[in-house]
Structures are given as structure tokens and as C-alpha cells.
């Protein structure tokens, strides 16, 4: 335990942050797994819709810091190509 009420009060935020950092991360995962559903199961218009939220969500968590913005612009690159081979 911290001695020092500041190095406690960051210790607290610390793990507030983490939570939320790994929530956001499950999140977009989670759109991700969709998108990757639609596209398995052949449906183009579930893909598109699921598309563009996958999308919206990775270009969020790049603005927040969740993920760097080569990663992003790879995941997205990445779903648009997948999109296109099913057309």
C-alpha cells in the first residue's frame, strides 16, 4: 500500500484508467469478431453495416491512444480489402 496520499491517489487512478482502457479494448474486438461474422457467413450487407462501425470504432480507439495509427490504418485496410473480395 502507498504511503504518500498522492502516490495512493495515482495508484487508484491507475486502475480506474486500466478498466476502462481494457472495456474500450473488448469493445472493439467485439466489432471487429462481428465484422469477421458477416464476412464468414457471406452476407454483404451485414458486412457493410458492420463495416462501417468496425471502422468508426478503430478510428475512436486510434484518437483515444487505444491503438496506434499504423495499427489502425492496418485494421482497416485490412476489412476493406476483405469487404471487396466479397462483392
Same mark, same amino acid.
Given at each position: 500500500? #502507498?504511503?504518500?496520499? !498522492? !502516490?495512493?491517489?495515482?495508484?487508484? =487512478?491507475?486502475? +480506474?484508467?486500466?478498466?476502462? /482502457? @481494457?472495456?474500450?479494448? %473488448?469493445?472493439?474486438? !467485439? %466489432?471487429?469478431?462481428?465484422? +469477421?461474422?458477416? $464476412?464468414? +457467413?457471406?452476407? *454483404? +450487407?451485414? &458486412? #457493410?453495416?458492420?463495416?462501417? $462501425?468496425?471502422?468508426? %470504432? $478503430?478510428? @475512436? ?7 496506434? *495509427?499504423? /495499427? &489502425?490504418? @492496418?485494421? =482497416? !485496410? ?10
Amino acid at each position: 500500500m #502507498a504511503n504518500i496520499k !498522492s !502516490s495512493a491517489k495515482r495508484d487508484e =487512478k491507475s486502475k +480506474e484508467l486500466r478498466a476502462k /482502457n @481494457r472495456a474500450e479494448k %473488448t469493445a472493439l474486438k !467485439s %466489432t471487429m469478431k462481428k465484422f +469477421e461474422a458477416a $464476412v464468414n +457467413e457471406g452476407n *454483404k +450487407e451485414a &458486412a #457493410a453495416d458492420a463495416y462501417k $462501425v468496425a471502422v468508426k %470504432t $478503430v478510428d @475512436r480507439a486510434a484518437g483515444k491512444g487505444l491503438l496506434h *495509427k499504423n /495499427n &489502425a490504418a @492496418r485494421k =482497416k !485496410s485490412a476489412m476493406a480489402g476483405k469487404l471487396n473480395d466479397l462483392g
